[in-house]
Every structure is written in C-alpha cells, then in structure tokens.
C-alpha cells in the first residue's frame, strides 16, 4: 500500500521508530517498577519455576488439557459432518443456537441441572459433551464452506464421465475440500484448546484449574498465572504457525 | 427476580462497552499493523498474537486476581471490561486487517500513483471500502463477545449466566431458568445480527 521509501521517508520512519521504542521502553518500565513495589519480582517467588516437580505438575494439566481437546475435537467433528451433510430446518436452527448460547451455559447445565434428574457423569465428560455440542456447530460451517469452496464443475466433470453420485463426493469433492479446511480446522484447533480451559469451573484437572491448585498451595498467584498463560502462548502460537504454513502452502498450490 | 435483571443489564452493559472499548483500541493495533513503521508493525502483531493465542478465562484470572497483588485496585466490574475489551480487540483488528488487506492491491497503487498520501490513501480510498466488508467479521466477533462475558461469571461479575446458576440453586426449576438465560442470549444475537444488516445495506 506504500511504495519503496524514499530517504526523506526513510529518516521520518527512523525517528518514529525510535520515539516508539522509547514510549514502549517507558511503558515497560512503568509495568516493571510497580510490578517491583509489590515485591513480585523478587527472585524468591520465581525460583519455584525453575523446578522440575512444579513443571511436572502444571505439564501434567497440559497433557490432560491436550486430552480433551483431542476428544473434544474427535467428537465435534463427527457431529459437524453430520449438521454439514443434511442441511435442514433442525440442523440450521441447532448451529444458529450454538452459535449464540455460551459454552459456560451448558457446561452449568452438566453440572446443575441434569444431575437433578438423575444423570451424573463424570468429570472429562462434563467439560468435553458441552465442548463438543458447541464446536460441533462451527466444524458444520468449516466443512459447509469447504464444500462449496470446490469449483461445481469439478462435480459436473466427476458425473460426466460416468462416476456415480458418492464416488463423485468421497473421490472428487472431498478431497480438494479438506485441502482447503485443513487452515480452518488448525485456527478451531486453538478456540477448541483455549475452550479446554473451562475445566477451571468444572475442576477437570486442566492446565488452568492445576495452575489454580497450585497458586493456592504456593501462594504465588501472579508468577503461577503468568507461567500458566505462557505456556498456553507457547502452544497455541505452535498450532497459528502450522494454520499460516499449510495456508501459504495451499496458495502456492492453488491456481 | 431482582437477580435476574441485575444479571441481563450486567451481561448488557458488559457486552456493549467492551465491544466499543474493542474497536477503538482493535483499530488502533489494526493501523499498527499496517503502517510503513516495520517496529509498528511487529509491535501490533504481537499484541495481538499474544492475547489471541491465551484464554479468555486465564485473562480473566489474570487481572481478577492478579491485578490487586500489584497494587491496582478497580471494581470487579471494570477489571473484567478491562480483560475482555483487550482480548476482543486481538480479533478485530485481525478482521479489520483482513478488510484492508481485501481492497484490490490496485485500489491502493491507483491512489498513489495520483500523489494521494499514505494518510489520504488509507483513509479516501481503502477504509471506505473495506468498511462495509467488516461488519459481518465484526458483528460474528460483537455475537462472540456476548457468549465471552459469561466468563466474567466464572471470576465473580453477577452476569447473566451467573445469575442463572445462583437462582437454580433457590428455585429448583433448572429447565426454566435455563432455557430462559438460553433464550435471552439468542436475542441478543438475532438484535446484534439485525444491526449489522441494517448497518451493511447503508455502507453498501
């Protein structure tokens, strides 16, 4: 949108970079010092990071909050194929509900309200069935918009030449969709992780809830939390690099 | 009953101001994202990675219970408007970013090459242009917004959500309370989505 600089330009853009470093410098430096009034940054109340039993715990969180994501992925998926596949009046109105209602309703619903007529189930699947209902209605319109993203005459050739009608979809179809999902489906990989952490409310031992447990063993909540976020950042970053690699990929590919 | 009310204005109150709050610093770090500052730039991009990629609800603990330890003291209220009007606007400058970056790169050459300056270019020829593609992004980011103050339950705000929650526990009648929460939400939505058509066939 702009031209290569020329050197009055340039120089225009040296100094505001440089008034913006310092701004930023100053910001950081406002953050730190009040961070340091509070004595939060007193090496005593880092020091517990730097050892393996608090990482092998909140690890621990991590594995089980990757646990449930994975299911929670599985199961969403299955039921986003079936809503994709018959696009009726129930299906449409299910995704518009889901698309609206909190995640956290239903996970209340799990914990208060069918208990109360006699269904109690266990702890991962209070948080993974409400997960699940809710993702299930955006893989419908992920898989719904890779579909009709293949060009109709692909279709109509796949007819052309004789293939019947399922072949045409499992064969033809199908796989130059999923060929331009896969981006989407890691970028719903992250929402559906980062949901995970509604095992907080449900005390599903995730990596947030852990992260609770162990700020009210230790007292550190800043440090707990701190490290417990960076951790999500460090994962979730992973999943955004390998959606923008498989999205650079497909643009090459694609013509 | 009283209950129920505080809960929809809180739910309502919240969803309004921080979506507002969102927009104008989502803006904000969608300029700083395409400015021909290269530092800028990296800065509005890891503003926004960083609290796209950590849940909501770790932000929410976060500045709940964080913030006091350092000496930052405001109504739970406002911590939580805080918290959520940040993470949004991670998303809408994604999708105002993606509204500029969908205006035909000739658009913005054709304006240069009349001697129109960054400033003119960006704001005569590419914005209103990407205006009117950007309400559907960021009326599904507004409906995104609505489900995301539920959170704000979860650390202590009597949001709507909340209130369902502590009113099933006096009334026994959880079909009732819930289904009704359930509804609430949904018209939120159906008036949100309403606006954003409303708004799309005047910018059209």
Known sequence: MFDAPGPRFRRRVFWVSVVSVLVLLGLLALGLRQFAAGGQLDLVRWRPYLTWPVWRYLLGGLWSTVVAAFATGVLAMAGGLLLALRPNRFTRAYAEVMRTVPVLLLVYVMLFVLPSFGVNLPLFRKLVVPLALSHAASYAVIFRAGVSSVDPGQREAGLSLGMPDGAVTRFVVLPQAVRHMTPLLVTQAVSLLKDTSLGYVVSYTELLFNGRVLANYNGLLIQTFVVVAFIYLVVNLALSRLAHRLEAGRARTAR | ?204
């Not at chain 2, 009283?2 to 969803?15: D, P």
């Not at chain 2, 603990?61 to 911590?79: D, I």
Request: glycine fraction near 8%; proline fraction near 4%; charge should be positive.
């Open chain 2, 1 to 204: 009953m009283s209950l129920v009310l505080e809960g929809f204005l809180n739910t309502v109150a919240l969803t309004l101001l921080s979506f507002c709050a969102a927009l104008l610093v989502g803006l904000v770090v969608a300029v700083l994202r395409i400015v021909p500052v290269p530092l800028l730039r990296g800065v509005g991009a890891v503003y926004v990675e960083v609290w796209r990629n950590i849940p909501l609800l770790a932000w929410l603990v976060l500045f709940v219970f964080g913030l006091p330890e350092v000496g930052v003291k405001m109504p739970l209220f406002w911590t939580a408007f805080t918290a959520i009007a940040l993470y949004e606007a991670a998303f809408v400058a994604e999708a105002l970013r993606s509204g500029v970056n969908s205006v035909a790169a000739g658009q913005g050459e054709a304006a240069r090459a009349l001697g129109l300056s960054f400033r003119q270019s960006l704001w005569h020829v590419i914005l209103p242009q990407a205006g009117r593609r950007v309400v559907q992004p960021l009326a599904n980011i507004a409906i995104a917004l609505t489900m995301a103050t539920a959170l704000a339950g979860v650390v202590g705000v009597v949001d709507m959500t909340r209130a369902a929650q502590r009113i099933n526990l006096e009334l026994a009648q959880p079909l009732l309370v819930f289904t009704g929460v359930g509804l609430c939400y949904l018209v939120m939505a159906a008036g949100i989505g309403f606006g954003a058509r409303v708004l799309e066939r005047r910018l059209a």
